[in-house]
């Protein structure tokens, strides 16, 4: 356990740098990373640069393609200590055409207002990433000497499913570490809300109807099917009647998340009555389960379908490519595991309560770190809200950047101590 006097060092540091942590945080932002299409070169240089200046470490870039960098950056401790990862993601979702009429700033060019600052990335998740990084130099500058390894793994590719990214490093290249988190935003009605120590998955796939293609000036003189119509007619029902069994979950009282229809695709052109017609689902799945848990459920409910019309042409086709990735069980970690307690004592000295435990509502890089790796992995733990991300005005708080990094650097401290 550190002393109080090494703890009030490291809260001192991160309060002598508070500005250099923002405008970190902003040199991040307005440094484009959009995925897709998916190249985070020139964010990777500016991490790099600032590992540097620093003096945490010398970062190692880890490539799969030249375009797709990762950073990781050791600070080293006594051999064959403990090594606790810090990870976040450096890319973020597109503006999105729709979305970019929304935004009151330049989504690309950072703009403090007040004590928020707004811009693409700013909460998902590119304050986690400055967050991280400074906690490590101020862990750096308290205390040199560590009975073990800190290992940043700034990662690409997780808007878009990681392959260059987490799955890379933990699956090819080897990453290892006994124990990991993930800077991921963990506010949903405030910043800070909750320690997460579960997540959900997702098993996303598209439903594809086949019906008559033919000139429409004649579909009603022949037998056809209107692929679109049926389509929407199965989208509708999938809506209000399908199940995906789960046992109940204390973390997640709401239980599966039903996403239908997040993308429609049907028909040619004026004048062609459709023959092909598609949608798109998300089902997010609780920990404990499997990708392949729902689509078993899914898969029953459209034989039902198929039964009830045997001229029903319709499949269902699976967005996860990676076989293992089916049968990955959405990780868990126990909520009296040593790093979580040592997680929410460095919250309680900086806030004055502990924050509570919770689970995160969307998917992260944890089920990657776990499943190829086997690193136990808490899946978010940073400044910023949820429900801002992937939307027009997206912003983090200020000060949440400068608790996380509190937080981020005390709990390092009593880890590797």
């Known amino acids: 356990m550190p002393s109080e006097d090494m703890q009030r060092q490291v809260v001192s540091w991160v309060d002598d740098h508070r500005d250099s942590l923002i405008d970190f945080t902003c040199d991040l932002v307005a440094t484009p990373s959009v995925n897709p299409p998916g190249d985070e070169r020139a964010v990777a240089d500016v991490v790099a640069a600032r590992l540097k200046k620093l003096e945490i470490g010398e970062p190692e870039i880890v490539a799969k393609e030249p375009h797709r960098p990762n950073v990781l950056c050791r600070m080293k401790g006594a051999d064959g200590g403990p090594v606790l990862c810090y990870n976040g993601h450096i890319d973020t979702k597109p503006v999105g055409d729709g979305a970019a009429d929304d935004w009151e700033t330049d989504p690309l060019t950072p703009t403090i207002i007040g004590d928020r600052l707004y811009g693409l990335g700013s909460t998902d998740m590119k304050s986690g990433v400055a967050s991280l990084i400074y906690a490590s130099a101020a862990l750096r500058a308290v205390a040199p ?13 997780e808007e878009t499913g990681s392959g260059y990214g987490a799955i890379h490093l933990a699956n090819d290249y080897g990453l290892k570490a006994d124990i990991a988190l993930i800077a991921e935003p963990s506010g949903v009605r405030r910043e800070l809300e909750q320690i997460c120590i579960a997540s959900r998955g997702t098993f996303a796939f598209e439903v594809r109807v086949r019906g008559t293609q033919m000139h429409s000036s004649i579909s009603d003189q022949f037998p056809s099917v209107n692929a679109s119509v049926k389509m929407a007619e199965i989208l509708a029902r999938m809506q209000h009647e399908l199940v995906v069994r789960h046992d109940p979950h204390p973390l997640y009282p709401g239980g599966v998340t039903r996403n239908v229809g997040v993308m429609v695709n049907g028909g040619v052109w004026y004048g062609v009555y459709p023959g092909e017609a598609s949608f798109a689902c998300d089902i997010r799945i609780l920990p404990g389960m ?3 848990d729902a689509q078993r459920d899914v898969e029953a409910f459209v034989d039902g379908l198929r039964a009830a019309d045997p001229d029903l042409d319709v499949e269902i086709v699976s967005a996860i490519h990676r076989a293992e990735s089916m049968t990955m069980v959405q990780p868990e970690v126990p909520a ?13 000295t900086v806030t004055g309560e ?11 890089d944890a089920i990657f770190l776990h499943g190829y790796g086997g690193i136990p992995t808490i899946p978010a733990f940073g400044p910023g ?9 997206e912003y983090v708080g200020l000060e949440s950047i400068v608790q996380a990094c509190k937080i981020h650097a005390l709990a390092a401290l009593a880890y590797l101590e």
């Open 145 to 157: 000497t560590l009975r073990g390894d800190l290992l940043l793994a700034l990662t690409a590719d």
């Open 290 to 292: 499997t990708p392949a």
């Open 336 to 348: 009296d595991d040593p790093f979580v307690r040592i997680l929410q004592d460095a919250s309680a």
């Open 354 to 364: 502990p924050i509570p435990l919770g689970g995160f509502a969307g998917g992260t």
């Open 385 to 393: 809200l949820l429900p801002l991300a992937h939307g027009a005005n």
